[in-house]
């Protein structure tokens, strides 16, 4: 079992920044892909970012590329999603996953995932 559990979530103006972490516990943390997910109101789970296992290939949704960044620390078990210029419809609960699959974890059918954490984006 993995247990993850994602922090650093809030409210923040449009054009602002936030830094989203979910720590791993459980199994070997560097065995598995690691992702983020967004769900905003009334909305489907949507794919955000990925990131492999040694950090090097990462991967993002056109929605947030160039603004998003996606990192991971294996001596923390940790990953990171930094969140720059953020925009109103960045508003969603986040959701870090985590999986033995890069498809697995980019289609949203991970091993693991998080509870989420809240991000709300004002205007």
């Known amino acids: 079992q993995v247990q993850l559990v994602e922090s650093g979530g809030g409210l923040v103006q449009a054009g602002g920044s936030l830094r989203l972490s979910c720590a791993a516990s459980?199994?070997?943390?560097?065995?598995?892909?690691m992702g983020w997910f967004r769900q905003a109101p009334g909305k489907e789970r949507e794919f955000v970012a990925v990131?492999?296992?040694?950090?090097?290939?990462?991967g993002y949704a056109d929605s947030v590329k160039g603004r998003f960044t996606i990192s991971r620390d294996n001596a923390q078990n940790t990953v990171y999603l930094q969140m720059n210029s953020l925009k109103p419809e960045d508003t969603a609960v986040y959701y870090c996953?985590?999986?033995?699959?890069?498809?697995?974890?980019?289609?949203?059918?991970?091993?693991?995932w998080g509870q989420g954490t809240q991000v709300t984006v004002s205007s």
């Open positions: 996953n985590a999986g033995r699959r890069w498809g697995g974890v980019v289609e949203g059918a991970p091993d693991y």
């Open positions: 459980g199994r070997t943390f560097s065995n598995y892909i």
């Open positions: 990131i492999d296992w040694t950090g090097r290939t990462t």
